[in-house]
């Protein structure tokens, strides 16, 4: 058999056993779920008539679930990578990577499960938030078929770069509990991004800080995709940023792995 067979056969049965293991305790995968659901709901319905003045040209509620829909798809996918911090973390400190490292297995199988599991569940939670924003009134009625193909791929890709940070979190951190504070600024950087309001709408001194993270320029292109809203160079710099933070997640979470135990 050869290397890649190898690899593909021992990185399906670690994938496997990644989604049995979140099976096993749906309670954490509901709880970061329910954050971005909760989030839209609130913002809609509670804080929506005076959030939708935010967006500026009289615009009403209807219009505020369009503006906001998009941002919280991003900010699911930041919750959901949470849940992989903290599973990589719990295989860390009960030593069943240890145990991985002295099997016939391919190394890099065991981290490739985790990022794919992850970013499967983070596309399913997407759609489920989606579905959601779609129940409540969210409508893209001037998307063609390849901008929706362009979202997807653009949300597939977010999600791949923010599970490899995510797994680099889960490498270094002592316990379950620390792993899970390390990935809150993956919560936290949405709510400081354009997903409620605009850019322009914030102080001065502070939109270069929501403009240039890596949520904004990719909620942005999410919104023109589906919206027909203004792109700009939004799509590179999205684009820029997953390429990046893959390349730092990958880097990070091979050499903590491959860093002899002590």
Known sequence: MSALSVAVRDSSTML?????????????TLNLLLTPIMMLLLFVYIFGDTMSAGIGGGADRSAYIAYLVPGLLL???????????VSVSMDMTEGIIARFRTMAIH?????????????????ASVILVGAVGVAI??????????????????????????TWIAVGMGMVSPSAEAASNNAMPLIFLPLISSTFVPIDAMPGWFQPIAEYQPFTPTIETIRGLLLGTDIGN?????????LALTALGYRWSKAAFNRDPK
Do not use: D, E, K
Not at 234 to 242: A, G, K, R, V
């Open 16 to 28: 496997r056993r990644n989604l049995l293991h979140a099976r096993r305790y749906p309670s954490m």
């Open 75 to 85: 900010m699911t996918i930041g919750s959901t990578t949470i849940g992989t911090a």
């Open 107 to 123: 190394r890099g199988s065991i981290l490739i499960g985790h990022v794919i599991g992850s970013v499967l569940q983070a596309i």
């Open 234 to 242: 939004n799509w590179w710099i999205s684009i820029t940023w997953c």
């Open 137 to 162: 009134g969210f409508r893209s009625t001037n998307a063609t078929l390849l901008n929706w193909l362009a979202a997807i791929g653009l949300l597939a890709l977010f999600a791949l770069a923010l």
